[in-house]
């Protein structure tokens, strides 16, 4: 930019780069070998042109620094879209309940056992089938309808929730019951992770999805570490069955909160 200054104020020739500068209308625009160009004229001519130059460049500089500046703005865009409001109020409060749940199955799994090997295997139930089940839910979620595949899956959440709380208040859960439970709840939450992503850009701007995944991935770490606090204390008070009906209540207000989108 120095150059081209210096040039247009001392000659009639100058030379600039085409991608910044481009030609006025009353200039010859010759694209050169190097991706420059050669522009004659006198140099009373040259100042106009060097005043619509300098005028270009201020907007460019000031429009960064207005989208650098808009970063944070983009969180107040996103939340300002009811279905985005709804969508991260419901998966948020679904979120924190499934912590509560998973530390409720440990303990299950220890008072069943008392074996630290089958704590472990339960842990492992959990989180194995999403090796498994979410390429093959992310490809039947593109032939689909997301919101309708979430639903489906959040009914499943929680009739699972809620049959094993009926189970574990009346004392009729068996180890292998609980085997069942656990697998079937890692397939259902598994195949609920592909469309729970790819929902958002449907939900707010193109410009608000950068703060939305960043806001997701908050969210997600504040219910892993309030959700267990809460669990820990629910199950010393009353025992499993209110954490992991918790659950089933967090997957009931998700799924309303699904219903209600448009």
Known sequence: FRRVLFRSLTSGERTAPDARFPAAADEDYIPGRDSR????????????????????????????????AHGWGNLAIAFRHKNYRTYQTGRFIGQFTSWMYRIAVGWLAWKLTHSFAWVGFFAF????????????????ADRMDLLRFMRISQWCLFAQ??????????DLL???????????????????QPPAQAILPNL???????????????LFNVARFFGPMVAGWLISLWGTAPAIFANAVGAMIFLVCLVVMR
């Open 161 to 170: 929730a809620i049959l094993l709380a009926a189970l574990d208040y009346l």
């Open 125 to 140: 139930l959990d989180q194995a089938p999403a090796l498994f089940i979410m390429p093959l839910a992310g490809a039947l």
């Open 37 to 68: 160009l050669t522009i004659t004229g006198n140099s009373n001519s040259a100042r106009p042109r060097l005043s619509r130059m300098l005028s270009s460049a201020v907007a460019r500089g000031r429009g960064q620094t207005l989208a650098g």
């Open 174 to 192: 068996t180890l292998t019951g609980l085997i069942v439970f656990t697998l079937a709840y890692g397939i259902i939450h598994a195949a609920q």
């Open 204 to 218: 707010m701007p193109r410009d608000a999805l950068t703060v939305a995944y960043g806001l997701n991935s908050v």
